[in-house]
């Protein structure tokens, strides 16, 4: 049999959803809504100067958790006036610099410290 321009394909039926595949959908479709809400959350952030960095007139603020840290860069970066271009190195407890797409709620339920989340910052690059 040979293929001609005008030949038609046809595709078997689509089966039928029952009810344990509509159950399926509803809970995929709750997860997928419960997962889009923002978590209203929020903890403490501690800001310390590390070198010569300027020293925050008020260093506690409170951050959502659903933030990620690009959130908080960008916070930082306001609240000094420091521009784009302009030098900012973040550290968490004096240890490590995180991700920008890390979430504040990860961060916070591995490093806080006495309740709060120590976010250090310099002009120049303080640890590796």
Do not use: C
């Amino acid at each position: 049999m040979a293929l001609t321009p005008d030949a038609v394909f046809l595709s078997p039926p689509l089966a039928t959803a029952d009810s344990t595949s509509d159950a399926g959908l509803t809970e995929g479709l709750a997860a997928l809504e419960s997962y889009k809400k923002k978590d209203p959350a929020k903890v403490v952030v501690r800001f310390k100067a590390v070198g010569n960095a300027p020293i925050m007139k008020q260093n506690f603020f409170r951050v959502t958790v659903s933030n990620r840290f690009q959130a908080v860069i960008q916070f930082l970066r306001k609240e000094l006036g420091w521009k784009a271009g302009e030098p900012l190195f973040t550290y968490i407890n004096l240890a490590f610099s995180p991700a920008p797409d890390d979430t504040i709620a990860n961060l916070y339920r591995s490093f806080a410290t006495d309740g709060h989340l120590i976010v250090n910052y310099s002009t120049t690059a303080a640890w590796g």
